[in-house]
């Protein structure tokens, strides 16, 4: 079975166009790499950030090995605390796609799930639904962010922030971008639902909880697959925004954004590899990300596709 959905898949127009196409090509070895490395980093990475047993202050600020006064202990370079710069990319990384991908499914859950029920339902439902979204699109998402979380640092205190830092990225940024999802949902259902095989279900008596989840959403997943690529790379954004306002992680756990805030001082002083590096580790991430999106919508949109 496995080998049949294997083979269909090489024979396939998506894996011919993806073969010819050498941005998407280059963008998915990339962005494999970054997969690989980030949760392999216990394995890669020479030291462990969050270990400070290791952490040594005398090698703080230490320039890349390339660089006049660098260590070959330390690819590239320390940070202001003495750790390890590549090291402390790959854990952040880690946390960063962690965070991105985590929240894509939860804005997912929530988008998909009142999309469908908003478009097969319709009516004062959907109305109200639809405003719903309206109303949570008239606020951005960092705006959104950025005061329930120092709300909830004010309420709690920063220590209880930090220990849930990760659990309050995922929700605040999944919640505050699923009308994303229940829009581009909501569109493709009310399109679907009047098709003949919609009807043949419900002439069956099939209940509507399983035309919609069973029938009708297998065929909107072209347009969901190509939002959630770029929704992660908006989600790490915001996660790397929110941590540059010292609303993210905590510098013990640092992601990509926090790394970038704690050697912003510095970049003037000469340390400018401490926000450089992993503000280029960001940006080539995110342009990967919207590069597969891009390739994504453009073969999965039958109105774009081209022989």
Not at 4 to 33: G, L, N, P
Request: aromatic letters at 12%; hydrophobic letters at 50%; one cysteine or more.
């Amino acid at each position: 079975m496995v080998a049949v959905k294997w083979q269909q898949f090489m024979e396939s127009a998506f894996y011919h166009d993806f073969r010819r196409d050498k941005i998407a090509i280059t963008s998915f070895v990339i962005m494999c790499i970054y997969v690989v490395a980030c949760y392999a980093a216990p394995l890669i990475a020479p030291y462990n950030p969050y270990d400070p047993t290791i952490i040594d202050i005398m090698d703080s600020e230490i320039p890349p090995m390339w660089l006049d006064g660098g260590n070959s202990r330390f690819l590239l370079g320390t940070d202001a605390q003495g750790r390890d710069l590549f090291s402390t990319i790959l854990y952040g990384t880690r946390i960063s796609l962690t965070i991105g991908i985590c929240a894509v499914l939860l804005q997912g859950v929530l988008g998909i799930s009142l999309g469908l029920i908003s478009g097969y339902f319709g009516g004062r439902v959907d109305s109200f639904l639809m405003r719903l979204a309206d109303i949570q699109l008239s606020f951005s998402t960092l705006m959104v962010a950025i005061i329930f979380l120092a709300v909830f640092q004010a309420l709690f205190g920063t220590e209880l922030y930090e220990r849930l830092a990760i659990l309050m990225l995922i929700l605040v940024i999944g919640i505050a971008e699923w009308p994303q999802y229940a829009r581009t949902v909501r569109a493709s259902v009310l399109a679907e639902k009047k098709k003949e095989y919609v009807d043949a279900v419900r002439v069956v008596g099939l209940r509507p909880v399983r035309i919609m989840f069973r029938h009708i959403l297998p065929n909107t997943l072209s347009p969901i697959l190509v939002i959630s690529t770029v929704q992660v790379a908006n989600a790490i954004v915001s996660e790397a925004a929110l941590s540059f306002l010292g609303l993210g992680m905590p510098v013990s756990k640092p992601s990509l954004g926090s790394l970038i805030n704690s050697g912003f001082e510095f970049i003037f002083s000469g340390s400018w590899w401490i926000t450089i590096i992993p503000g280029i580790v960001l940006i080539v991430l995110v342009l990967v990300m919207n590069l597969l999106g891009d390739f994504l919508r453009d073969v999965l949109n039958p109105k774009l596709y081209k022989n």
